[in-house]
């Protein structure tokens, strides 16, 4: 396994040896994928380029609206004890903090984690149930896209080559919204989920479902959101809850895999979902 490193210390630096290595470089943050894609020669690159050094891609505080900004070289471990994260949403620092083990979490990074597209991590279907926004940076200049479109398939995004993830922007969340993340792990408490669930939920004043968000991981190529058992909720009272839950089983494509069979995990997504709408309603 031979490749020269480079640790470029400002993101402009990155961007121009990306430019100059081209399909040869490839990029490394807390390298929890990359070590072990290059140790199965799954991933023979001729350059590194380290993010570790460049500062501005740190950092996790509120924005000005009451949103959250999390630098993509922030870890999972920084994202779980941040006070700033707890306040935003204790669902999101739940979720960072069922990764793997404090070991992995103390390594691995947000944008790491989002890049690398695992349809089983923790991370993405919470941040997508807070709808967030993903920053990316090329040499060609900025762009912002939704969470949802940038996971595209197994280990696939939609980011171009010479595209860097910068930060993840979380909007303010309305009053009255309640938030859970819940992650099923029937093996060890280190596990991948077998099913996880993340979901969003707000109340109208007259007590009926005015908003919800629902989205799931380990069950499809990428996080899924359960848009028809949403529509199914909004507008309703709670009790509706039950009936709308059924209609998770059709949204997802889960696979046979050593964590149980299709149909396992297809009534595992129900049952999930329904203890996830259970702990936003109570
Ligand atoms: C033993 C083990 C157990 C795990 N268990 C879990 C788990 O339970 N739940 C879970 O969610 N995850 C789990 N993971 C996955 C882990 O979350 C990811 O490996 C990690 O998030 C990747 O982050 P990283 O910083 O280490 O990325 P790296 O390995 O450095 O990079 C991963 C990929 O992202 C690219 N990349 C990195 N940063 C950027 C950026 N800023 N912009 C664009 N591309 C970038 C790299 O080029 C590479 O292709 C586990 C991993 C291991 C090794």
Do not use: C
């Amino acid at each position: 396994m031979t490749f020269d490193y480079h640790e470029p210390r400002t993101l402009a630096e990155a961007l121009a040896l990306l430019d100059r290595y081209g399909e040869d470089a490839h990029l490394m943050a807390g390298g929890t994928a990359t070590v072990l894609l290059m140790r199965q020669g799954l991933l023979r690159p001729g350059h590194v380029i380290a993010l570790r050094a460049i500062d501005e891609l740190g950092g996790i505080a509120h924005t000005p609206d009451g949103g959250l900004r999390i630098g993509a070289m922030a870890t999972h471990r920084a994202v779980e004890r941040s006070a700033d994260a707890f306040a935003y949403s204790p669902a999101l620092t739940d979720a960072f903090g069922s990764v793997a083990t404090v070991r992995i979490r103390n390594q691995a990074t947000v944008g790491g984690n989002l890049a690398h597209a695992d349809p089983a991590q923790d991370p993405p279907p919470m941040l997508s149930a807070l709808n967030a926004t993903v920053s990316v940076r090329s040499s060609r200049g900025g762009r912002s896209l939704p969470i949802e479109e940038l996971a595209v398939d197994h280990f696939t995004t939609s980011l171009a080559h010479g595209e860097i993830i910068t930060e993840v922007i979380l909007p303010p969340i309305e009053p009255g919204t309640r938030e859970t993340y819940l992650k099923f792990l029937p093996r060890t408490a280190d596990d991948y989920a077998t099913v996880s669930v993340a979901a969003t939920l707000r109340f109208a004043p007259g007590g009926t479902i005015a908003e919800t968000r629902i989205v799931l991981g380990a069950v499809g190529p990428t996080p899924i959101r359960a848009r028809r058992v949403e529509d199914a909720l909004r507008g309703q009272p709670v009790s509706r809850a039950r009936d709308a839950v059924d209609l998770v089983r059709d949204e997802i494509d889960p696979i046979d895999d050593l964590r149980g069979s299709a149909a396992y995990k297809r009534e595992m997504a129900r049952i999930w979902t329904g203890r996830a709408l259970a702990q936003v309603t109570r």
